[in-house]
């Protein structure tokens, strides 16, 4: 990592291959952005791991994970008033929760400028939905970049902070997974790093900064104003590509990813259509489409998710009476799913019977599928484990998102309703009411408590709700990274004092809290079955270190060695609780039937022990180890 801070700082022009998130840093550094924010998620967090490779001391920007993307969405934003260029970034649903503050962006004069950088997911690779923020766009009247690639990443940032910069507004540059992700090789220009201007330069007269109502129609009519402004560059901008096959009967009209797609599809094709490829794709440059359209007789618009660009090009047909025939979406599936090279050629086909020759997906691996599963070694695991036991068949249990949303799937079957970050407890307070005979029980990661979840809890007390909350603590945001979070005692800038959750609980007003080690399931046990028969909201720390970052961190230790446990096999009467019910990935079966411990999985932590009615799970050595549970 330190190899690449160095790279991303190096004062010459270079090329290198890198994936689309690292283009993006190096265009943070040369663009001399003085503030990046943001909160976890993929497809970004690989943006902020590329900040970090550079040392602290060195970095020539200042950078925080902050508490969620509405709070990152606002750091920066003060930053820009205060005359400095910033950024922040997150996923797609993170501009959900940004969204309060992010639509009153482009209604504000932004001195410094602000590149806000959205990580969208089709095909839900890691997302509970695959919404289009392009409508955003047209939402909040901020124009918006959509890359194909890494070098049109890091291209599309440089341009639209000069953009950003010069007409005092918010650029948006719109990523999809492929794109963060992908590599390529990429040519980037020189730096010559800029000193510090520390002077504050926030001006109250440059607004208005607050849009109340006796200013909100002037300061939309301001903001319409930027926009047709910005759409005379979108006509003229590089990044809008014409491939010109002549080809006058059949037109294509995209952008981003399936642009590449597109151009790998037609390699092979029987005919060549004409295509336009849109750089910019709010607002979109219309008297070029204008033209497009003029000359050809059939146009199919390609683009992922939603109909956004189709709209909005058969509108612009219609108000000038073109007579060319706009094909868009068809079929369901076309709105769902990434458009890779077979999904586009299908496509194609079925606006073009023949055009391209239909393509096969991708071969599936012939091993078995592989369920996405905890880690060895994981708390949840043992924590879920045990509450199982302390509830009814009927009782409820709401999920919230982190790792141990994967509680849903078997056999554990923890949290049968998911909405979003930090909705746990609300919800649960929903299921609640009117409900006197079933056990609600809600579960929250430290780190999403912290980001969403308190307004719940406050909800909960202020209003006497009845239900049960268990907080999942392992220390950090596991999910996308191991990140920093306000108990970890640290940010990304050095230690510093963690938030204690028993206090902020207390201070909210809660009055039962419990905490254990989830490695101490018989008290965990307890603990639940206790804090269910209390009236209001009860809450139970199930706290252990996340111990794939735990163990990653021991490794680097001088003197380090991993233990094992094994299966004692005079012991073993094939109860199979190990595998059926606590269901370590460690815990495997032969050809024979018999119980054995992977040895490339298992990572002794010991919390598999004591769930063996026999006691056949043992320890390889005697050794104690300081992190043991207390119940191992």
Not at 19 to 24: D, M
Request: with cysteine; proline share 6%.
């Amino acid at each position: 990592m330190k190899a690449l801070g160095k790279t991303l700082l190096g004062r010459d022009p270079f090329e290198e291959i890198v994936i689309g998130n690292t283009a993006l840093v190096r265009a943070m550094v040369e663009s001399n952005v003085r503030v990046a924010t943001t909160y976890p998620g993929s497809p970004t967090p690989e943006i902020a791991s590329a900040i970090l490779s550079i040392p602290a001391a060195e970095r020539p920007f200042y950078f925080e994970y902050s508490t969620n993307e509405k709070v990152a969405t606002e750091v920066a934003f003060g930053a820009s008033i205060n005359g400095h260029l910033s950024c922040v970034f997150f996923k797609s649903v993170g501009l959900n929760v940004a969204a309060d503050s992010f639509v009153q962006l482009g209604l504000m004069e932004l001195p410094g400028g602000m590149i806000i950088v959205l990580g969208d997911d089709p095909g839900a690779n890691s997302s509970q939905n695959e919404q289009d923020n392009r409508h955003y766009t047209r939402l909040s009247c901020i124009p918006a970049f959509e890359p194909a690639d890494p070098r049109e990443a890091y291209e599309m940032f440089l341009e639209g902070a000069s953009l950003s910069v010069l007409r005092k507004m918010p650029v948006i540059i719109r990523l999809t997974t492929h794109v963060c992700h992908a590599k390529q090789k990429v040519s980037f220009g020189g730096w010559d790093p800029v000193h510090p201007d520390r002077t504050p330069r926030f001006d109250p007269d440059k607004g208005p900064y607050v849009p109340i109502a006796g200013d909100a129609l002037a300061l939309k009519r301001r903001s319409l104003a930027r926009l047709e402004e910005i759409r005379t560059y979108s006509e003229n901008s590089p990044f809008n590509v014409l491939t010109d096959n002549g080809n006058r009967d059949k037109g294509v009209i995209t952008a981003g990813l399936p642009f590449l797609s597109l151009m790998d599809v037609l390699e092979e094709a029987h005919e060549r259509p004409d295509i336009l490829k849109l750089g910019m794709i709010h607002p979109i440059p219309r008297s070029l489409i204008r033209h497009f359209l003029e000359t050809h007789r059939e146009v199919k618009v390609l683009e992922e998710l939603d109909d956004v660009l189709e709209k909005e090009i058969k509108a612009l047909a219609y108000d000038s009476r073109q007579d060319t025939v706009i094909h868009g979406k068809k079929e369901l599936e076309d709105w769902v799913g990434e458009y890779t090279p077979d999904k586009v050629a299908r496509v194609l086909n079925n606006t073009w019977p023949g055009l391209v020759d239909m393509l096969e997906a991708p071969e599936r691996s012939p091993l078995a599928p592989r369920p996405p599963q905890m880690c060895p070694g994981c708390g949840h695991r043992s924590a879920f484990h045990a509450i199982r036991q302390a509830l009814k068949a009927e009782d409820i249990t709401v999920a919230d998102i982190g790792c141990h949303t994967l509680g849903y799937l078997p056999p554990y079957r923890m949290g049968q309703v998911l909405l979003s970050m930090g909705h746990s407890t609300g919800t649960g307070s929903g299921l609640s009411l009117f409900n006197d005979e079933r056990k609600v029980v809600a579960f929250i990661g430290d780190s999403t408590l912290f980001h969403a979840g308190l307004p719940g809890i406050v909800n909960a007390v202020f209003n006497r709700h009845n239900l049960t909350l268990v907080v999942m603590e392992n220390g950090t945001t596991a999910m996308t990274g191991h990140q920093d979070h306000p108990g970890s005692g640290a940010n990304a800038n050095g230690p510093v004092e963690a938030l204690s959750i028993e206090a902020l609980l207390e201070g909210l007003g809660v009055k039962s809290i419990r905490r254990v080690d989830t490695y101490s399931q018989t008290k965990l046990l307890q603990a639940v079955r206790e804090a269910l028969e209390e009236e209001g909201l009860s809450v139970v720390i199930a706290s252990h270190p996340c111990m794939l970052k735990f163990t990653r961190e021991q490794r680097r230790k001088e003197g380090y060695s991993q233990r094992k446990v094994r299966i004692d096999q005079d012991k073993c009467i094939r109860v199979m609780e190990c595998i059926s019910e606590f269901a370590c990935p460690s815990f495997q079966r032969d050809r024979d039937g018999n119980i054995f411990v992977h040895p490339e999985l298992c990572i002794g932590d010991a919390s598999c022990i004591q769930t063996c009615p026999t006691h056949a799970i043992v320890l390889d050595t005697e050794k104690k180890d300081s992190w043991e549970g207390e119940g191992s």
